[in-house]
């Protein structure tokens, strides 16, 4: 069987190594200096001014929303437009905390929501939360533009997408805010973690004091004085007074000391991420079976996990069988709107095409030569 992963990290033996020294000397654990450093060395990565880490990529999610709440940059009922192919806890925050969520079909050229697909939203948007699908993006340039024109608060989910570019600019850069996650089989992990990245100081500290109960105590002294003299708090109450709506999302200081460890390796990670793709988009080409991408507009591809879509369900099921020593699932979350929780009354026939015939194959750095031998075979076979 070839699996969609195999470890629990890069470089898994020095990585544990590593942990199980810092563990056995740390004199912390909870959230401290480790995670800090981790949030300025991955902000340097990704070019942003400002990271706050999270204890999951959903929980990082969940926290965005809120804090556009708190800053009244979104309000409840409002319509926000999400991408139909994406995973659940991207949805969920929408209906939990009030939004009106809106799904915006993909294009079936790159699996995600081009302007296209935007212009063609019946609904007055006041926010987009974009997820950029498998290290893919369609033309974010665009979609910027028009988010900016019309008023249009616009983040992004770049979950699967770390390190992918398009036009020079890394994904997760043209938001306001976007959302990683660091869960296990992801571009980096740390078996479960998340962040936020952003360059607008009044998010970062928003989102610093919804993960943490809405308090002050992770925000800068100036910024906790302006707080605490705004609100005539005395200095008894000070590390006890809660500013805005939040929660306990925080992360630990393990999630810090391996997010460090991992990102010394994260060039590494994305080249065997493309190559891979490589290999895989080119066997794809010619058979007539599969619905062939184009992603010619993309700098670099980080891929998450190969697509292959097939055009009628019994093509679908042949396929399913000629994998089945393989390790397969369904792409992403599938169509949203055929999830129980939502079912969405809006349709999207792209993402329910995906839904009804795509699954994903691995693509990770661990993959030897022979089973990326097999997985070609495989795609090319008819």
Request: overall charge negative; hydrophobic content about 35%.
């Given at each position: ?190 078996i479960e973690g998340g962040m936020v990245c952003t360059d607008d100081l009044d998010l ?87 619905l062939n991408l184009k992603l010619d507009h993309m700098n670099f591809i980080s891929n ?79």
């Amino acid at each position: 069987m070839i699996k969609l992963m195999k470890d629990t990290f890069y470089h898994e033996e020095e990585t544990k190594k590593a942990l199980c020294e810092f563990i056995t000397d740390a004199k912390i654990l909870s959230l401290n200096k480790k995670c800090k450093e981790f949030e300025e060395e991955f902000s340097k990565y990704q070019g942003r001014k400002y990271s706050v880490l999270f204890n999951s990529g959903s929980s990082a999610n969940l926290a965005l929303i809120q804090s556009l709440l708190n800053l009244k940059k979104i309000k409840k009922g409002d319509n926000v437009g999400f991408t139909a192919l994406t995973w659940a806890t991207n949805v969920m925050p929408l209906v939990q905390l009030g939004l009106t969520p809106i799904p915006i079909d993909i294009s079936l050229d790159n699996l995600n929501v081009n302007l296209e697909q935007l212009e063609n939203v019946k609904e007055k948007l006041d926010c987009l939360f974009l997820t950029n699908v498998l290290g893919f993006c369609g033309d974010l340039d665009k979609i910027k533009d028009y988010c900016d024109k019309n008023n249009i608060t616009l983040i992004e989910d770049n979950c699967e997408s770390l390190g992918s570019e398009f036009k020079g600019k890394k994904l997760g850069n043209f938001g306001l805010g976007s959302t990683f996650s660091f869960f296990v089989g992801h571009h980096l992990s740390t078996i479960e973690g998340g962040m936020v990245c952003t360059d607008d100081l009044d998010l970062y500290n928003m989102l610093l004091m919804v993960r943490s109960h809405g308090w002050d105590r992770n925000l800068d002294k100036e910024t906790q004085l302006t707080l605490q003299t705004k609100h005539y708090v005395e200095d008894f109450y000070r590390a006890y007074t809660f500013y805005c709506p939040g929660y306990n999302l925080r992360p630990t200081e393990i999630t810090g000391f391996i997010g460090l460890e991992q990102l010394k390796y994260i060039e590494e990670i994305h080249s065997k991420r493309q190559k891979n793709f490589k290999k895989y988009i080119e066997a794809a080409k010619d058979n007539p079976d599969i619905l062939n991408l184009k992603l010619d507009h993309m700098n670099f591809i980080s891929n998450f996990a190969y697509p292959i879509i097939f055009k009628n369900k019994e093509t679908f099921e042949r396929y399913k069988y000629k994998f089945s020593d393989v390790e397969i699932r369904p792409i992403v979350g599938g169509s949203m709107t055929q999830q129980p929780f939502l079912r969405s009354n809006i349709s999207c026939p792209n993402a329910e095409q995906i839904h009804e015939f795509g699954f994903y194959i691995p693509n990770n750095p661990y993959l030897t030569e022979e089973e990326i031998t097999s997985l070609i075979k495989l795609i090319k076979s008819q």
